[in-house]
């Protein structure tokens, strides 16, 4: 069975850093682009970050560029989403998604289990 | 940056059929996806390139998009089928590379 698993959230306070990870199983998991998708409470999707088969390329975006940081390791099939200086606005359920790619457009066809960030005080 | 706009909230009789649209500037011109969203859980594909269907998921959901307009369509609803709905498309000129819509809870009366 195809599978994400999220964690690693939690409550922060603003300023600090926390490391959300995302265990995936089920897939060849070198062979997928992956994503990190978050929804603050009541909102919608926004697309947050990702990361090229390989490790090699990524994207970001504005709103946290020079603040998270999206990794993997591939030997360990797990998807990372380092998160610095966090803000209130970061407050939401973070979700990894294995990303299709296609010359007309990518878009996440398995969604892992979602993992819930609050920043406050 | 590219917006996709849809309806808040489509309610329908259970067994008749809901319309989502989702609109945006050359909508035909791109490859539009879909999501559905329960209460509390992770996103799940029901419609991707336009009107293709990933395994597993009904008949009953179908896709079209032309102009500006991309359209999901549930037939015969049921009150499983009650959820938020995401359109998606992906952008590389937009600061948010992947481009959701405002999503529409659609509810069976």
């Known amino acids: 069975e195809v599978q994400l698993v999220g964690s690693g959230g939690g409550l922060v306070q603003p300023g600090r850093s926390l490391r959300l990870s995302c265990a995936a199983s089920?897939?060849?998991?070198?062979?997928?682009?992956m994503s990190w998708v978050r929804q603050a409470p009541g909102k919608g999707l926004e697309w947050v970050a990702n990361i090229k088969e390989d490790g090699s390329d990524y994207y970001y975006v504005d709103s946290v560029k020079g603040r998270f940081t999206i990794s993997r390791d591939n030997a360990q099939n797990s998807l990372y989403l380092h998160m610095n200086s966090l803000r209130a606005e970061d407050t939401a359920v973070y979700y990894c998604?294995?990303?299709?790619?296609?010359?007309?457009?990518?878009?996440?066809?398995?969604w892992g289990r979602g993992t819930t960030v609050t920043v406050s005080s | 940056s590219y917006v996709l706009t849809q309806p808040p909230s489509v309610s329908v009789a259970p067994g008749e059929t809901a319309e989502i649209t989702c609109g945006g500037d050359?909508?035909?011109?791109?490859?539009v996806h879909w999501y559905q969203q329960k209460p509390g859980q992770a996103p799940v594909l029901v419609i991707y390139?336009?009107?293709d269907r990933p395994s597993g998921i009904p008949e009953r959901f179908s896709g079209s998009n032309s102009g500006n307009t991309a359209t999901l369509t549930i037939s015969g609803v049921d009150i499983g089928d009650e959820a938020d709905y995401y359109c998606?498309?992906?952008?590389?000129?937009?600061?948010?590379?992947?481009?959701f819509g405002t999503g529409t809870k659609v509810t069976a009366l």
């Open positions: 390139k336009d009107s």
């Open positions: 998604a294995r990303t299709v790619t296609t010359i007309i457009g990518d878009y996440m066809d398995v």
């Open positions: 050359d909508m035909g011109t791109k490859s």
């Open positions: 998606q498309v992906w952008d590389s000129s937009s600061d948010h590379l992947f481009v």
């Open positions: 089920g897939f060849t998991f070198s062979r997928y682009w």
